[in-house]
């Protein structure tokens, strides 16, 4: 049995590595592909490279498919049957419910927090881009209440409320200097994960659902890591970005499954398919990250219980 049990771990340690090259190599990508640049001479070789780049995400977009290709099957097709399905995934999805976010808001250390907020931080995708590449060509209805939910992340115009520069700036306040070797790859996995479904219109609906899911779901969590902020002395000017996404999520939520999710499946049944694997596939990638974060925090489930 030991015997069996070594070549098991080495397994996954191998499984491990590969999965954190895969991610690294998909975060270069990702950064590359959406910074800003100018023309070269050497164009075409990295066209070519980001086909290759592009096959590579692909694979790993589909074998993740395929671990919820079940489940996302027993989607209704019905409006409203696949709202109340998508609804309920607040409760019976992956990852929900995670005994780490109590644990964060009744008992982390200022460290703790920190290094739980780092990932964080390094994680983040920029969900104001995200929407804002997902919305291109959608039918109207869909594409408004996108467009408000951008205009909600840029702070309706101002910058001192735009989402993004608040979470920068939290993370300036608490001294967090997030790099690519101290992060773990779960956390990039996640973001690699919505770029794929954003980028690559074959996922556009994957995208929509998966964001849908995010504002499903926040609030929950953001509210925990506020109370968490809060009991460990830290003021409004750090915690605005958590205090903020535990209430206004939970409107966007509400909007976004009336005016995006709703008339998508109604016109067109065939959506609710990507979009409950988008849903699926964006919890489970959360729920990884938070078995791994509880693991490098030196957690088990029977300590906060």
């Not at 970005?241 to 067109?268: F, G, I």
Request: hydrophobic share 40%; glycine share 8%; net charge negative.
């Amino acid at each position: 049995m030991s015997g069996l049990g070594e070549v098991a771990g080495e397994a996954g340690t191998e499984d491990a590595r590969l999965s954190e090259r895969l991610h690294r190599t998909l975060l270069r990508f990702n950064r590359a592909r959406l910074a800003p640049g100018f023309p070269t001479e050497g164009w075409r070789a990295a066209v070519q490279e980001e086909t290759q780049l592009r096959l590579l995400e692909g694979e790993y977009v589909e074998a993740e498919r395929q671990r919820v290709a079940a489940w996302a099957a027993e989607a209704p097709e019905d409006a409203d049957g696949f709202i109340a399905w998508f609804e309920d995934l607040k409760e019976s999805g992956p990852g929900q419910h995670d005994p780490l976010f109590p644990w964060l808001a009744t008992q982390a250390t200022r460290e703790q927090m920190n290094w739980f907020l780092t990932q964080e931080v390094a994680g983040e995708a920029g969900f104001d881009d995200l929407v804002a590449l997902t919305q291109l060509q959608l039918p109207t209805q869909a594409k408004l209440e996108l467009a408000r939910n951008y205009w909600d992340e840029m702070g309706r115009g101002r910058e001192d409320a735009m989402h993004g520069p608040m979470l920068a700036e939290m993370a300036a306040k608490l001294g967090l200097k997030p790099t690519d070797e101290d992060t773990v790859w779960e956390a990039h996995a996640l973001a690699n994960l919505l770029c794929a479904f954003a980028f690559n219109r074959r996922y556009t609906f994957h995208a929509v659902g998966a964001l849908g899911i995010v504002e499903e779901t926040a609030p929950g969590r953001t509210a925990c890591v506020n109370e968490g902020l809060k009991r460990l002395g830290f003021d409004m000017r750090v915690r605005r970005y958590y205090a903020l996404h535990s209430t206004l999520d939970v409107k966007h939520s509400e909007t976004w499954n009336k005016e995006v999710l709703r008339p998508l499946v109604a016109a067109n049944p065939a959506c609710a398919r990507p979009l409950a694997e988008g849903a699926l596939l964006r919890l489970t990638a959360g729920a990884r990250c938070f078995e791994r974060y509880r693991h490098e925090l030196g957690l088990d489930l029977k300590s906060i219980s």
